[in-house]
């Protein structure tokens, strides 16, 4: 099936620090989503994009749509402790409708 | 608050016991999803509600059962789980089943002794 391969695994960064964080895919995808999922609980939508190129922002965080429609990452500027937690990627492609979810990428920010 | 509520949060069961999970969503939605979570592997999907159909069944073993009676809600029935079974599952739903956003709830975690 399909995959997509989200890097890095983890992070430990210090606060204050940004953070970059990307998803590739081998098929083109029709819609690239970011979720935050804190220990214990669902996952939490943080951004959506649906264009080739898009640049969204929501708060600290900046995602983008890239232009090969095969991949897309995600920033968090001035990180703090509350940033904590797992990032997914997830998307559909170009055709059909099922959802493909990241490993994910376990922040850890150090006060 | 997603708009997606899971019950119970937490559950404890034996090999033998029977029991149910809980999924409502107040979003209008017109899809309803389970997944499953096991530490340090990907979400797992493992059946999709749309319309009240369900429209998938990757696979699961007969011990897991869903139920939609309705588009806002949500079941699973256990019975006979496996220690293996032991996950966080998530309910999550979307508007259709068409590659839309969907919105998870907070997840039961079960433990199955």
């Known amino acids: 099936g399909q995959q997509l391969n989200q890097s890095p695994q983890s992070m430990f960064i210090q606060e204050g620090e940004d953070v970059s964080m990307n998803c590739t895919s081998s098929?083109?995808?029709?819609?690239w989503l970011w979720y935050k999922q804190d220990p214990g609980e669902g996952p939490v939508l943080l951004i959506a994009?649906?264009?080739?190129?898009e640049l969204t922002s929501n708060g600290r965080l900046t995602a983008q749509f890239g232009i090969t429609r095969k991949d897309s990452f995600l920033n968090i500027s001035a990180s703090i402790p509350s940033d904590v937690g797992i990032y997914f990627c997830?998307?559909?492609?170009?055709?059909?409708?099922?959802?493909?979810f990241g490993t994910g990428t376990s922040l850890t920010v150090i006060p | 608050e997603t708009g997606v509520t899971q019950t119970p949060r937490h559950l404890v069961m034996g090999m033998t016991n029977k029991k149910s999970l809980k999924c409502e969503q107040h979003?209008?939605?017109?899809?309803m999803y389970w997944y499953k979570q096991s530490a340090k592997k990907p979400l797992e999907l493992m059946f999709v509600y749309n319309f009240k159909e369900q429209t998938e069944n990757n696979s699961v073993p007969s011990r897991f059962s869903p139920e939609c009676p309705n588009s806002s809600h949500l079941f699973l029935h256990l019975h006979t789980l496996q220690p293996e079974d032991s996950a966080l599952y998530l309910c999550?739903?979307?508007?259709?089943?068409?590659?839309?956003?969907?919105?998870f709830g907070p997840g039961t975690r079960l433990l199955v002794l």
């Open positions: 098929s083109i995808f029709n819609t």
């Open positions: 979003l209008g939605h017109n899809a």
């Open positions: 994009l649906y264009k080739a190129g």
């Open positions: 997830a998307g559909t492609v170009l055709t059909g409708n099922q959802f493909y």
């Open positions: 999550a739903s979307s508007q259709t089943y068409a590659g839309e956003t969907q919105y």
